[in-house]
């Protein structure tokens, strides 16, 4: 392996911690069965409450001015310009079928802060889906919010998703002493998919040409040809900050390998989750592994990984939007890293490793995995976008809570004019617990599965694919009926919409209420209990604990547990 470049090796970077949150895979229309656009998203931090947001679309008096405050920690950053007309938003997608997601892979410490500046991430999307309608108008008016009020978060990688386009944009703010951000915008080639997870993707980038412009010529941006478009900075700022040679050409340029070179930890606690979901979609991504695992990362003399994974592939197969939701539930199974496999899963299979993630053992470091379904997920989501169908009717933001894994993922449409009270901003907080809260419902079910996971999760598992195949099915129902709806009456269609999605929320909570019930009173104590049919009492089973633990069990404990006879 070769070593990075000295600037790279010197420069203190954000995404070396392993604890990094959010996983995002996009979708093509191409990519997928029904030519519907699609894009994951999971919000993970241990302070995040789980919560589907809702901006109600909205006429605004001339001179009206918006407050904004950073998403992460509620905290008030300033003050801008409200437009005339803000849409309607549902969590993040709004009624034109637009969907805005992120991960934050960090980067180079000293562009992290920028003083004066207004702009969190967080806020940026949910600004841009108030004031844009499709992908291309939400690159346009992010990076202008950027430009004009300083970029105040760490660096992300955005998706943004239209019925027609899918975008993948990363940023990074300049740092102290100049306002704004330097970024690069790449559109998903038709029929392929993507992801990023916390670690920068985009490496070189087509320059100014027949596909691609610079920022300073964004009037083109709604020509179909253009595919890539990019700060007029974004080299230039490298160079004088001596993160790219002078004497380069700027077309060996790769924004990843710049702002946020890939290290072990880049790999082995963020690529790794795109490298799982590419390997379930394509049968030749082995030949990654070793790259993604962090354990062979080749350099070249400019201190950029060789040996990386492309930005988007082909899958084998078409997809459809049950497999979407199933590749957020992914731990490393079928593969080296398989978080059920070594001790740390105990005799219960357990693909989960409570924080902190890495330690030390005889001065050695080692890492736990950081997987695409962790325990610390706030809220995730499929958002669905329908090109075929009215806007009113085709945006679905299919919603869950808690760990992805063990949440269930229920449809929401985009149009509606209110969120099911199980889900509202409001009801219960991180600290303020609620039965009559999604997440705090869900969470009762998920920790308790997490006590025998092996035995108690299978149930969760089928009852999850149950209803979310009958949440299928009842789409199309909704579809329907609200098309019949739709031609003679707009506003009752959206309606329909917004009872059937409101309905079906809450009543999900409420059978998940039910559930916990359910599996408590069958599996509490270590004991696994089941009805007998005219008897008061029931059948009690207590399993075995497998071979393996028992052999490690006695090897640790020596004679001390044994019978004398």
Not at 112 to 132: E, F, N, V
Not at 318 to 341: A, C, I, P, S, Y
Not at 425 to 454: H, I
Not at 477 to 488: C, E, K, S, V
Request: hydrophobic share 35%; with cysteine; charged share 25%.
């Amino acid at each position: 392996m070769k070593k990075p470049h000295l600037l790279i090796t010197s420069a203190l970077l954000c995404c070396a911690s392993y604890t990094m949150a959010c996983t995002n895979f996009l979708f093509t229309k191409g990519a997928t069965k029904d030519g519907s656009t699609m894009v994951t998203y999971a919000a993970d931090s241990h302070t995040l409450y789980g919560e589907l947001y809702h901006y109600p679309a909205a006429d605004w008096p001339e001179g009206s001015m918006l407050d904004v405050y950073d998403w992460d920690t509620g905290k008030f950053m300033g003050r801008i310009p409200q437009v005339a007309h803000t849409y309607n938003v549902i969590g993040n997608m709004n009624e034109h079928q637009l969907a805005i997601a992120e991960s934050t892979y960090g980067g180079r410490e000293e562009l992290c802060s920028q003083s004066g500046a207004i702009m969190d991430y967080g806020s940026a999307i949910y600004i841009t889906l108030q004031r844009a309608k499709n992908a291309r108008e939400a690159i346009v008016v992010m990076t202008k919010l950027f430009e004009d009020y300083g970029y105040a978060s760490a660096g992300e990688s955005f998706s943004i998703v239209d019925p027609n386009e899918v975008w993948i944009l990363e940023a990074i703010g300049k740092g102290e002493g100049e306002k704004g951000a330097v970024w690069v915008a790449r559109m998903v080639p038709d029929g392929y998919v993507s992801g990023h997870a916390n670690q920068a993707r985009i490496t070189t980038f087509p320059l100014e040409g027949r596909t691609s412009i610079s920022s300073d010529k964004m009037d083109k941006i709604y020509n179909p040809e253009i595919t890539t478009v990019y700060s007029k900075d974004v080299i230039s700022f490298a160079k004088e900050k001596g993160y790219y040679p002078r004497e380069a050409k700027n077309k060996d340029f790769s924004f990843s390998d710049t702002y946020n070179p890939v290290t072990f930890g880049g790999a082995r606690g963020c690529e790794i989750r795109v490298w799982s979901f590419f390997k379930s979609v394509n049968k030749d991504m082995q030949q990654y592994f070793g790259y993604a695992s962090g354990r062979d990362i080749q350099y070249d003399d400019k201190g950029y990984a060789t040996n990386r994974m492309p930005l988007w592939i082909q899958p084998d197969e078409k997809v459809d939007v049950q497999q979407v939701m199933d590749f957020m539930r992914d731990h490393l199974e079928g593969t080296e890293l398989d978080m059920t496999k070594d001790l740390g899963a105990g005799p219960y299979e357990w693909p989960y490793r409570w924080r902190p993630m890495d330690f030390e053992v005889d001065g050695k470091k080692y890492v736990q995995e950081r997987a695409t379904a962790t325990q610390q997920t706030g809220f995730s989501f499929v958002a669905q976008c329908r090109s075929w169908l009215p806007d009113e009717i085709g945006g679905i933001i299919w919603f869950g809570v808690d760990d992805a894994a063990s949440s269930v993922y229920f449809p929401m449409y985009t149009s509606a004019t209110r969120v099911p009270h199980s889900f509202a901003k409001g009801n219960g907080s991180m600290m303020e617990f609620t039965n009559e809260a999604a997440f705090w419902v869900f969470n009762q079910v998920t920790n308790f599965a997490y006590t025998r996971y092996n035995v108690i999760h299978p149930e969760v598992r089928a009852k999850q694919k149950a209803l979310e195949t009958q949440y299928v099915a009842f789409v199309k129902a909704a579809d329907a009926g609200a098309q019949a709806l739709y031609a003679d009456d707009k506003a009752a269609a959206v309606a329909f919409l917004t009872d059937f999605s409101c309905k079906t929320g809450d009543e999900l909570v409420a059978d998940w209420r039910n559930f916990y019930g359910y599996l408590f009173t069958k599996y509490m104590d270590g004991n696994i209990k089941t009805v007998v049919p005219g008897q008061r009492n029931p059948k009690v089973e207590q399993p075995a604990l497998p071979e393996w633990f028992l052999r490690m069990l006695i090897e640790q404990t020596g004679d001390k547990l044994r019978v004398v006879e």
